[in-house]
Antibody, heavy 123, light 110 residues
Framework: QMKLQESGPGLVKPSETLSLTCTVS??????????WNWIRQPPGKGLEWIGS???????KKKRSLKSRLTLSVDTSKNQFSLSLASVTAADTAVYYC???????????????WGPGTLVTVSS | QSVLTQPPSASGTPGQRVSISCSGG????????VYWYQQFPGTAPKLLIY???ARPSGVPDRFSASKSGTSASLVISGLRSEDEADYYC???????????FGGGTKLTVL
């Protein structure tokens, strides 16, 4: 059974870069069947898709975050990563990684999810 | 403000049937599959429904869902106390070129 686990700093200063990694076990990121996604949830609020990366390194990003967001995949470590530059307090959220299927449509379902990691942007 | 619209709250008593709506538009629900997620406090969302109405293995058949036009609904029959959670709908959006979520509905079992 595939499992995903987020890791990274829990506290980031304003204007700095938020970097997170998702480690996949029980399966391989080096698969053309899946997209590897990042989704976030500000405290007490709803879910927001941030972006997804394919095993080849190609990615899709939420338009409003495109200029600040870098997504990458490391097949040798079975990991994928997120970097979000110039963060503000509005980027404070629980960040989840999740798998979805590669389809012709704009989205498939997210399953499984990592447990999530809280990132707080504060000086 | 979320692209998909859900009521912020819903409630029911044990054994009742509860429905949660999700309203969107032509670019999302109107053209793509709808998914539903269940989230308990402090935990990650869990897939409840995929492709409008299919249940993953392990999801009780008390949970059902449907889609019509640009709206969708999740129905929980035989409500149980353990169903108290937040429920989110989601769909791909052809205009925004990515998935979008509803704002979530907090279900309370009275």
């Amino acid at each position: 059974q595939m499992k995903l686990q987020e890791s990274g700093p829990g506290l980031v200063k304003p204007s700095e870069t938020l970097s997170l990694t998702c480690t996949v076990s029980g399966g391989s990121v080096n698969s053309g069947t899946f997209y590897w996604n990042w989704i976030r949830q500000p405290p007490g609020k709803g879910l927001e898709w941030i972006g997804s990366v394919f095993y080849s390194g190609s990615s899709k990003k939420k338009r409003s975050l495109k200029s600040r967001l870098t997504l990458s995949v490391d097949t040798s470590k079975n990991q994928f990563s997120l970097s979000l530059a110039s963060v503000t307090a509005a980027d404070t959220a629980v960040y989840y990684c999740a798998r979805s299927y590669s389809t012709a449509s704009e989205s498939s379902w997210f399953d499984p999810w990592g447990p999530g990691t809280l990132v707080t942007v504060s000086s | 403000q979320s692209v998909l619209t859900q009521p912020p709250s819903a409630s029911g008593t044990p054994g009742q049937r509860v429905s949660i709506s999700c309203s969107g538009g032509d670019s999302n629900i109107g053209r793509n599959f709808v998914y539903w997620y269940q989230q308990f406090p402090g935990t990650a969302p869990k897939l409840l429904i995929y492709n409008n109405g299919a249940r993953p293995s392990g999801v009780p058949d008390r949970f059902s869902a449907s889609k019509s036009g640009t709206s969708a609904s999740l129905v929980i029959s035989g409500l149980r106390s353990e169903d108290e959670a937040d429920y989110y709908c989601a769909a791909g959006d052809d205009f925004l070129s990515g998935p979008v979520f509803g704002g979530g509905t907090k279900l309370t079992v009275l």
